[in-house]
C-alpha cells in the first residue's frame, strides 16, 4: 500500500527554523515533492528531491534519505507568511503524485 | 503567461444530478490530472491523462469520469452527484512525469 505521513500541526515563532518530516512507504519511487498551500488556495511547489541529499532554495531547503524513505523540508527565518499547509508528495512506480495530508504550520509573532 | 483554469468556482448541486467541472490549461502540457481535497484525506487523486484520448483511473475514481478530446481540456464528470463528492476539486497538469504539478484554483462543490 502507499503511506505517506506527515505531522498534521506544528507551531513556531517569527524569525525562528522549523523542520517538517515527511516519511513513506510506496510502490517504487520516481521523486519527492513538497507543495505550501495556504487556506482556500492552490498548493505552489516548493521543492523537488529524486537524489539523496539536501536541495537549497532560499530560506528553504529540503533533504531526501531514499534508503530511510524519508524526507524534511526545513524552513529558516520564518515570516508570518509562512503559515499555511505543507504537502509531502512521492511519485510512484507508475508516476503517478500521491500526497500526504499536509502539516499545517502556524508562525506567531 | 499561461495558466490552468477551473470553473466554475463553486457549485452547489442536488443528489443525483450530473454535473461537469472545467479545466483548461494552456501550458501545452500533455500531463492532467483531477485530485479532491477534503479534511483529514489531503490530495487524492481522481483521474489522469498523459495526451489526448488517454485516460487512467486514480485512487478514488468512483462515480467519476474524464474526457481528453484535446491537450487544453480535461473535463471532469459526476454522473450521479452523492453528498459523500462534497468536495474541493483541484485540476492540475504538468510538462513530463517529472515536473512539478501546476494547480488551478479549485471548485468548491457542495451536493445536497
Known amino acids: 500500500g502507499q503511506n505517506i505521513d506527515q505531522p498534521t500541526e506544528m507551531t513556531a515563532t517569527e524569525g525562528a527554523i522549523v523542520q517538517i518530516n515527511c516519511t513513506y512507504q510506496t510502490s517504487g519511487f520516481n521523486g519527492l515533492f513538497w507543495y505550501q498551500q495556504h487556506a482556500g488556495e492552490a498548493p505552489t511547489f516548493l521543492s523537488y528531491n529524486v537524489l539523496d541529499g539536501l536541495e537549497e532554495k532560499g530560506r528553504f531547503s529540503s533533504f531526501l534519505s531514499r534508503s530511510k524513505g524519508y524526507s524534511y523540508l526545513l524552513l529558516k527565518e520564518l515570516q508570518m507568511k509562512d503559515s499555511a499547509s505543507y504537502l509531502c508528495a512521492v511519485r510512484d512506480y507508475t508516476d503517478k503524485l500521491i500526497f500526504g495530508t499536509g502539516t499545517r504550520l502556524q508562525v506567531f509573532p | 503567461d499561461a495558466e490552468i483554469t477551473q470553473s466554475p468556482r463553486h457549485k452547489i448541486t442536488e443528489t443525483g444530478r450530473q454535473v461537469t467541472l472545467a479545466c483548461h490549461q494552456t501550458w501545452n502540457h500533455n500531463n492532467m490530472f483531477w485530485y479532491r481535497q477534503d479534511l483529514g484525506h489531503g490530495l487524492r487523486l481522481i483521474h489522469y491523462?498523459?495526451?489526448?484520448?488517454?485516460?487512467n483511473k486514480g485512487e478514488v475514481s468512483d462515480g467519476y469520469s474524464v474526457s481528453r478530446s484535446n491537450t487544453e481540456d480535461l473535463p471532469l464528470t459526476l454522473e450521479s452527484a452523492a453528498s459523500s463528492q462534497t468536495s474541493v476539486y483541484f485540476c492540475?497538469?504538468?510538462?513530463?512525469?517529472?515536473?512539478?504539478?501546476?494547480f488551478g484554483n479549485g471548485t468548491r462543490l457542495t451536493v445536497t
Open positions: 492540475a497538469s504538468s510538462e513530463s512525469k517529472n515536473s512539478p504539478l501546476h
Open positions: 491523462s498523459y495526451g489526448v484520448q488517454d485516460t
